[in-house]
T-cell receptor, first 112, second 113 residues
Framework: GQQLNQSPQSMFIQEGEDVSMNCTSS?????WLWYKQDPGEGPVLLIALYKAGELTSNGRLTAQFGITRKDSFLNISASIPSDVGIYFC????????????FGKGTKLSVKP | DGGITQSPKYLFRKEGQNVTLSCEQNLNHDAMYWYRQDPGQGLRLIYY???????QKGDIAEGYSVSREKKESFPLTVTSAQKNPTAFYLCASGQPSYNSPLHFGNGTRLTVT
């Protein structure tokens, strides 16, 4: 099936650092979504993107829908301890019935 | 509050037994979905339903069954035919159209021994 390549797979952050992660695919998407999942909980929607080139912010989070419609990135500025968790990208393929394809996630941890 | 409720949060079963996971939503969404999550993997689609009394297989439907008799409810049965049933199961709902993100429940962790 279709795949999304999400990177990095994991990263360690120090409080105050900026964080960046991205998802890429060889397919064209109509929608990009970014979710955060805390341990033992369901994913929570952070940002939804619907147009190529769209740049959307939600507090310290900023995400962009790539111009080619094949990629998206998520930035977190001035990270805080509660930012730890797993971040997933999800895309809805052009012409699909609404089903999403998910990346494998980026796990954010705090540097010891 | 509107949302998606999955129950129970934790479920333990012996191998060979069927088990049903509950998912209820009061968001008035037409579509409902079941995903399976394993450590280090993304979410994999088991079954989905875009309208009452209709559902389709996802990428990993073998060993699972569903029903959609009511708009609000989409229970998932993990049968004894599922070879590796221990996992975290997530239910989601949304509208099967563009510009409609999925909303997730808080999951059920199933352990089969």
């Amino acid at each position: 099936g279709q795949q999304l390549n999400q990177s990095p797979q994991s990263m360690f952050i120090q409080e105050g650092e900026d964080v960046s992660m991205n998802c890429t695919s060889s397919s064209i998407f109509n929608t990009w979504l970014w979710y955060k999942q805390d341990p033992g909980e369901g994913p929570v929607l952070l940002i939804a993107l619907y147009k190529a080139g769209e740049l959307t912010s939600n507090g310290r989070l900023t995400a962009q829908f790539g111009i080619t419609r094949k990629d998206s990135f998520l930035n977190i500025s001035a990270s805080i301890p509660s930012d730890v968790g797993i971040y997933f990208c999800a895309g809805q393929l052009k012409g699909s019935q609404g089903n999403l394809i998910f990346g494998k996630g980026t796990k954010l941890s705090v540097k010891p | 509050d509107g949302g998606i409720t999955q129950s129970p949060k934790y479920l333990f079963r012996k191998e060979g037994q069927n088990v049903t996971l509950s998912c209820e939503q009061n968001l008035n969404h037409d579509a409902m979905y079941w995903y399976r999550q394993d450590p280090g993997q993304g979410l994999r689609l088991i079954y989905y339903s875009q309208i009452v009394n209709d559902f389709q297989k996802g990428d990993i439907a073998e060993g699972y069954s569903v029903s959609r008799e009511k708009k609000e409810s989409f229970p998932l049965t993990v049968t004894s035919a599922q070879k590796n049933p221990t996992a975290f199961y997530l239910c989601a709902s949304g509208q099967p159209s563009y510009n409609s993100p999925l909303h997730f429940g808080n999951g059920t962790r199933l352990t089969v021994t």
